[in-house]
């Protein structure tokens, strides 16, 4: 699955963006997709999941409240709303793709994004 996140840039602490990765030529509905992020010198984190329908949903602690995902399987779509943002949220962002057939808290994830930078100004 060959997957294109997109929608990074510079924003003050406070903005929002709205980050997108597209999974063209896939049945997309078939896999379950994860947001993922990674600062300077800090490992990669998890950031949000979704369910392949979009009917389920889960996120890290330091973005719940502040951040939302979501899926159009008819633009094979997956999208990061997030709002609010602090200067710790910069990072690159990855999108990433799992079969459907894992369960949606299954930490592996079998298909990565090359990712999208966030930076966010104090």
């Known amino acids: 699955v060959q997957l294109q996140a997109s929608g990074g840039g510079l924003v003050q602490a406070g903005g929002s963006l709205r980050l997108s990765c597209a999974a063209p030529g896939r049945t997309f509905s078939n896999y379950h997709m994860g947001w993922f992020r990674q600062a300077p010198g800090k490992e990669r984190e998890f950031v949000a999941a979704?369910?392949?329908?979009?009917?389920?949903?889960y996120y890290a602690d330091s973005v719940k409240g502040r951040f939302t995902i979501s899926r159009d399987n008819a633009k094979n779509t997956v999208y990061l709303q997030m709002n609010s943002l602090k200067p710790e949220d910069t990072a690159v962002y990855y999108c990433?793709?799992?079969?459907?057939?894992?369960?949606?808290?299954?930490?592996?994830?079998?298909?990565w994004g090359q990712g999208t930078q966030v930076t966010v100004s104090s």
């Open positions: 990433a793709a799992k079969g459907k057939s894992y369960s949606l808290l299954h930490p592996a994830y079998d298909y």
């Open positions: 979704i369910n392949w329908s979009g009917g389920s949903t």
